[in-house]
């Protein structure tokens, strides 16, 4: 689950699993209109009944759209390019200059929570809120956040209250550097995040992606039977 625009991530899993190793829900669909470049449909329905395998196990959800999804309102549908043609058919471009059917299909500004119910990006959402609420997750690694998107932070109470000891499965990966900022984090995080008791420091991690280290892992929680 990723909340950046930009593609590092796809870039990251192409380079070391490759693309049949994973999903991103689009699928060839031959050529954008009036164009020779090829477009790729957003569709998960598809996705589920073609790559219900072992192979394409992990999924990558774009909660807040990406740079290489547009909506294409002549088909009414979303649709995703290649990052490499984004670039070389200077797309963002064409869509200013030649008005192409497109617009990028990304949340930007205030109102995040209720554009993320929107299509396609509901989807997302309710995938991780799905998988937030299933407790079938043991390990949470939240990197980079910063702790203001409201819809987000219930996402991560959501997975918080629904497994056995969250304490053993979240790490909370930021970059401060000095004893006074990351103090200052902890403190924020855990107005965001309230729970009793708060979030211990041993869930905190500092120095980046690099420092990240695993989480031992939690449970689900088992709900207690209601009596008849």
């Known amino acids: 689950l990723t909340l950046n625009y930009d593609l590092v991530v796809e870039t990251i899993l192409l380079q070391y699993i490759g693309t049949e190793a994973f999903t991103d829900f689009c699928f060839p669909a031959g050529k954008l209109n009036g164009t020779s470049i090829p477009k790729f449909d957003f569709n998960p329905k598809r996705n589920k009944e073609i790559f219900d395998c072992p192979e394409r196990k992990l999924e990558l959800h774009h909660l807040h759209g990406s740079l290489s999804m547009f909506y294409d309102y002549g088909r009414n549908r979303a649709v995703k390019l290649k990052s490499a043609d984004i670039g070389i058919e200077e797309i963002y471009k064409k869509i200013y200059n030649e008005s192409l059917p497109l617009v990028p299909a990304i949340i930007t500004g205030g109102g995040k929570s209720d554009k993320i119910v929107q299509y396609p990006f509901d989807f997302y959402y309710r995938a991780a809120k799905d998988l937030c609420d299933s407790g079938e997750a043991s390990e949470l690694y ?15 109470k959501r997975w918080m209250n629904n497994v056995e000891c969250y304490c053993d499965g979240l790490r909370i990966i930021d970059y401060k550097k000095s004893d006074e900022e990351k103090d200052e984090f902890k403190k924020f995080v855990r107005e965001m995040l309230v729970k009793r008791p708060c979030i211990p420091d041993d869930c905190f991690q500092f120095g980046g992606a690099n420092e990240i280290s695993q989480a031992p892992g939690t449970k689900k929680k088992e709900k207690a039977r209601k009596e008849n």
């Open 142 to 156: 939240i990197v980079g956040y910063s702790f203001r998107d409201e819809h987000i932070n219930n996402l991560i």
